[in-house]
């Protein structure tokens, strides 16, 4: 028996499929989370333009809550370098975390 579970995030919605206890991701999308050194909600305003234009609007959120300052992005289109390249380039640090 499958059982889908809808995670919702502050920007965007990812959806599970859970199938005998392994997760299955849509494979249209890619789930990437970085560590980041923002720390604020005017941080993420300097940031905004620049994510909207790398992986699309509303496809991505901070956990500004989590000791790592979390950025998580869904998309097809978002390259890893070129993400923490764009961090770097507005004056903050980022690093993929890896499952």
Same mark, same amino acid.
């Given at each position: ?20 206890? %392994?997760?299955?991701?849509?494979? =249209?999308?890619?789930?990437? $989370?970085? *560590? &980041?050194?923002?720390?604020? @909600?005017?941080?993420i305003k300097q940031l905004r333009q620049l994510l909207d234009k790398e992986a699309g609007r509303r496809k991505w959120n901070f956990d500004l809550e989590d000791?790592? %300052?979390?950025?998580?992005?869904? =998309?097809?289109?978002?390259? $890893?370098? *070129? &993400?923490?390249?764009?961090? @770097? ?11």
């Amino acid at each position: 028996m499958q059982t889908l579970l809808k995670y919702k995030w502050e920007s965007f919605n990812t959806f599970v499929m859970v199938t005998t206890g %392994k997760h299955e991701i849509r494979k =249209s999308s890619n789930i990437l $989370v970085f *560590k &980041t050194s923002v720390q604020t @909600k005017e941080h993420i305003k300097q940031l905004r333009q620049l994510l909207d234009k790398e992986a699309g609007r509303r496809k991505w959120n901070f956990d500004l809550e989590d000791q790592d %300052k979390i950025f998580r992005t869904v =998309s097809t289109k978002v390259n $890893v370098h *070129k &993400t923490i390249q764009l961090f @770097k380039q507005a004056g903050f640090n980022c690093e993929e975390l890896k499952d």
